[in-house]
């Protein structure tokens, strides 16, 4: 792989990293939108079969994903608390302006009524996760478990890890906003960053507890990551058309979900009492459809260059 593709490929990855973080956006989303979700899920699925070159696919994806993930789960956390509209308005923005792209792989041919019945099913779905996590976000509490774990916790954080990786393979479906419901959300961040500032600081004292929670975690999230792919690949390859509707369905569904979940659910009560976190009411909201505006636009803009840049590879072939 050149350089050149090394890097986009590797933004690529940041990007998906970068909405993995934020309950209600999907990083399937993302390698949608960014064009890459084809060769993700070929290369995943060839990993055994064809590992050089399909390692060589993955390994900046990987390294992206980690490399923005990371920080921006520590950065997110704090905006989340102070500028959540404005957040979630710029996501919105970025997903809304991917629509023209999605759509384009189904209107070469008039739906039919089961194309229509699972766009609205997804679309459903994907809201009603955003509406559940509002719902039961205040009657979840964990951290009493990741504090003082029992064996059957770690096994637990496993199959939750395989919910978390759904996040990377089915765009429109957000791990974190899954995690939210279930009310491993903040725990998961809490446990995370106080290990880094442990590490940080030199402070071993209990080290490997909260080691072995993450590593539990990783390792439900590395077999989802192989299992849903290869899942994606079949529907892909037997039933594009109507996956693809699928798609569209959990991406409209997952940016009104944005606006409707527990996060910003709770930050519309302080608005609701009169009072602002970070700054007042009516001006992130003008903030927010500003950053709504950027993000479509970027988005839009990308998609029209992609959808150029395939027009040019058809010519040539």
């Given amino acids: 792989m050149k350089l050149k593709n090394w890097f986009k490929t590797f933004l690529a990855g940041a990007a998906m990293g970068v909405a993995s973080a934020i309950p209600g956006v999907s990083g399937g989303t993302i390698a949608v939108i960014v064009g890459i979700y084809k060769k993700l899920i070929d290369a995943i699925n060839n990993l ?21 993930m990371i920080p921006c789960v520590i950065i997110f956390d704090y905006a989340l608390e102070g500028f959540v509209f404005g957040i979630v308005s710029l996501f919105a923005g970025l997903i809304i302006g991917s629509f023209p792209s999605l759509v384009k792989e189904v209107t070469d041919e008039k739906p039919k009524r089961k194309h229509i019945v699972v766009l609205v099913i997804t679309t459903l779905t994907a809201v009603g996760i ?15 478990n990741f504090l003082n774990p029992d064996f059957w916790f770690y096994l637990l954080l496993i199959p939750i890890g395989i919910i978390a990786s759904i996040s990377l393979i089915i765009p429109g479906i957000s791990g974190s906003m899954l995690l939210l419901v279930l009310g491993f959300y903040k725990p998961l961040i809490s446990l995370a960053k106080d290990l880094m500032s442990n590490i940080v600081h ?37 039933h594009h058309r109507i996956t693809f509707y699928g798609i569209i369905g959990f991406v409209i569904g997952s940016t009104i979900a944005l606006y409707f979940n527990h996060e910003i659910f709770s930050y519309y009560q302080i608005w609701g009492s009169g009072n602002y976190v970070f700054i007042p009411m009516w001006l992130e909201i003008v903030l927010g459809l500003v950053l709504a505006a950027i993000g479509f636009v970027l988005t839009f ?3 029209k260059y992609a959808d150029k840049q395939k027009e040019k590879t058809a010519t040539t072939e």
């Avoid at 055994?48 to 923005?68: M, R």
């Avoid at 955003?130 to 009493?144: C, K, Q, R, W």
């Fill in 48 to 68: 055994f079969k064809k590992f050089v070159p399909s390692f060589l696919t993955l390994l900046p994806i990987a390294l992206g994903v980690i490399s923005a």
């Fill in 130 to 144: 955003g509406v559940l996590s509002a719902l039961t976000g205040d009657f979840i509490n964990l951290e009493g």
């Fill in 202 to 238: 030199g402070n071993f004292a209990n080290f490997w507890q909260p080691v072995g929670l993450l590593c539990c975690f990783g390792i439900g999230v590395v077999i989802g990551f192989f299992t849903v792919a290869k899942f994606m690949s079949y529907l892909l390859n037997k």
């Fill in 301 to 303: 803009l990308i998609g």
